[in-house]
């Protein structure tokens, strides 16, 4: 099994639930339209201002097609473009975590 954290750090302003709620539709699109199965985290201990993705795959395979749909589907694209647009998220912030469970 293949966990995939995205974290983000909300830009410095930004209203928390502006931020959340394009973060909820931005998993409800991969969910509908790429067939994952993400979900919105908010940390409720440390930095409080985190938003997280978390998706689980099968294998690094599935990750593989995954990021290859995620780069040319352009309804994501719209949506990467509408967040720098509004300034939700500090970029530089931007980190991907992959984990694979054992047994």
Do not use: C
């Amino acid at each position: 099994m293949i966990t995939i954290v995205r974290s983000a750090t909300l830009q410095q302003g930004t209203a928390i639930e502006a931020a959340v709620e394009w973060a909820v539709k931005v998993a409800m699109y991969l969910n509908e339209n790429l067939g994952t199965n993400t979900q919105v985290q908010l940390n409720v201990g440390g930095p409080i201002f985190q938003v997280h993705w978390v998706t689980t795959l099968e294998n690094l395979t599935q990750l593989d097609e995954l990021v290859q749909k995620m780069q040319t589907d352009e309804g994501y694209g719209s949506l990467l473009t509408e967040s720098r647009e509004q300034g939700l998220f500090d970029v530089s912030s931007i980190v991907d975590g992959i984990f694979r469970s054992v047994p």
